[in-house]
C-alpha cells in the first residue's frame, strides 16, 4: 500500500491566496494524501473557505490553533503534526505551489533511497502566471555526506524552501519540531537540526515547488530591532550546531547576516563584535586587496 503523506499548512488571514495553494494539492497526480489547513485564529473568513473545500475533497481537513498554543505559524505547524496520521510530512506555507508530480516523484525517491528526507528544485512566483525557476544550484544533485550537501546549500542561495522538503515523521519528531518561541528565522531553526539526523541527500529534479515573492518575506528586512536580535541568536545557536559539519555554510549564512544587520541596526554589529569578528576580518581582508589592486591600476596608467 502507498504510504499516507500529511500535508500540514498554516495560516492567518491568506484566504484571498489559498485558492491557489489548495489547488495545486488537489492537482496532486499522488493520491494517497491528507491536508491539515491549521488557522492561526484568522479574522477573515478562512473558516468558510475552507468548508467548501472540504466538501470537495474530505481529504481536506480544517482546525483553529488550540487557544493554550502560543500564536504563530509553528505552533499551528506542531499541531498538525500531533494529529496528522501520514508517515512522510509535507510542510506547505498558504501561498506556496508545487507541481502536479511533486508528491508522487519524492515518495518514490523517498522508499528506495536510504534518507528520511528528500530535496526538489525550487523558484519564485509574482502570480501564478509569472514562475522563475532554478536549474543550476550545486543543491540540486545527490549527495552521500551532510558536509558537501551545507557546502553545495552555501554557494545556493543558502537554503530549500521549506515545502521543497518531503521528510518522514519519525526524523520531524526526532529533531524536536518547531521551536514556537521563535519570531523569525524559524525555517532555518528547524531545518538545521533536521540536518543534525540525516547523512544521505537526494533530490528530485524532475519536480519543483514555488514560493510566492513579496517584501513581507524577503530576509533583509527587520521589521523591528527586537527581530534583528532575535535573528542574531537564533544563527548563533545554528551556528554551534552546524559549525563542525559545514564552516562555508555557516559562514555564507552569518555574511548575509551581517549585511541586512549592518543596513538597518549598525549598533547590533558593535554589540555582537565577536560573534561577526570573521565577517569583519574577511571584509577587511577584501577591502584591503581592492584597495592595493586600484593604488597598482592607478600607478600604472600614472607613470
Known amino acids: 500500500m502507498k504510504p499516507l503523506v500529511s500535508i ?18 488537489l492537482a496532486q497526480t499522488y493520491q494517497n494524501w491528507e491536508c491539515f489547513v491549521i488557522d492561526d485564529r484568522s479574522t477573515d473568513n478562512t473558516n468558510e473557505f475552507m468548508d467548501s473545500y472540504m466538501q470537495i475533497d474530505k481529504r481536506f481537513h480544517y482546525y483553529e490553533r488550540p487557544k493554550e498554543k502560543p500564536k504563530g505559524a509553528n505552533a499551528c505547524r506542531n499541531y498538525g503534526l500531533e494529529i496528522c496520521k501520514g508517515e512522510y510530512i509535507q510542510w506547505l506555507d498558504s501561498d506556496d505551489l508545487m507541481l502536479p508530480n511533486k508528491l508522487e516523484i519524492q515518495v518514490s525517491l ?16 509574482i502570480n501564478s502566471n509569472k514562475l522563475v525557476s532554478y536549474s543550476n544550484y550545486a543543491s540540486f544533485n545527490d549527495f552521500d555526506n551532510r558536509k558537501d ?45 533536521i540536518f543534525k539526523y540525516v547523512n544521505n ?37 545554528i551556528s554551534k550546531r552546524l559549525k563542525n559539519e559545514s564552516q562555508s555554510y555557516v559562514f555564507f549564512n552569518k555574511k548575509l547576516l551581517f549585511k541586512n544587520i549592518k543596513m538597518m541596526y549598525p549598533n547590533l554589529i558593535k554589540k ?22 586600484l593604488n597598482k591600476m592607478n600607478k600604472f596608467f600614472t607613470s
Open 110 to 125: 523517498i522508499k528506495e533511497a536510504p534518507s528520511d528526507l528528500i530535496t526538489s528544485t525550487w523558484g519564485r512566483f
Open 8 to 25: 500540514i499548512i498554516p495560516t492567518f488571514n491568506r484566504v484571498h491566496l489559498m485558492d491557489e495553494t489548495l489547488n495545486c494539492v
Open 272 to 293: 555582537n563584535l565577536y560573534f561577526f569578528a570573521e565577517v569583519l576580518i574577511y571584509n577587511w581582508y577584501q577591502n584591503t586587496l581592492v584597495r592595493r589592486a
Open 149 to 193: 550537501f551545507l557546502n553545495a546549500l552555501a554557494t545556493s542561495k543558502g537554503y530549500f524552501p521549506i515545502h521543497a522538503y518531503l521528510m518522514s515523521k519519525d526524523l520531524v519528531l526526532k529533531s524536536g519540531g518547531w521551536d514556537e518561541t521563535l519570531v523569525v528565522n524559524q525555517d532555518g531553526d528547524f531545518m538545521s537540526r
Open 201 to 237: 541527500f537526494y533530490c528530485a529534479k524532475s519536480t519543483s515547488v514555488y514560493y510566492r515573492q513579496t517584501n513581507e518575506n524577503s530576509t533583509s528586512i527587520y521589521t523591528n530591532i527586537e527581530k534583528a536580535e532575535a535573528a542574531i541568536e537564533i544563527w548563533r545557536k
